[in-house]
């Protein structure tokens, strides 16, 4: 019976992420920007960028620690 279950949870959560995938697709692309508002010359960051520098930099330096976590565990 608990193998049935595992089997059906999994089902589900497939099935979920397929309708959840199709569903972030549809939208429309959003218009595009004036013709004046370039912001990309002179050193200027562009209007709506978003910086990955300290999040990206936090998840390697975590994965890197638990990889040596693991390594060592298992020696």
Not at 14 to 31: A, R, T
Request: hydrophobic share 35%.
């Amino acid at each position: 019976m608990k193998k049935y279950i595992i089997r059906f949870t999994r089902q589900i959560a497939i099935i979920l992420f397929v309708l959840i995938s199709n569903i972030s697709f549809s939208q429309p692309p959003g218009p595009p920007p004036p013709p004046g508002d370039g912001g990309g010359g002179g050193g200027e960051i562009p209007v709506g960028g978003s910086p990955i520098d300290g999040g990206l930099s936090i998840f390697i330096l975590l994965g890197s620690a638990y990889g040596a976590y693991k390594y060592k565990k298992n020696k």
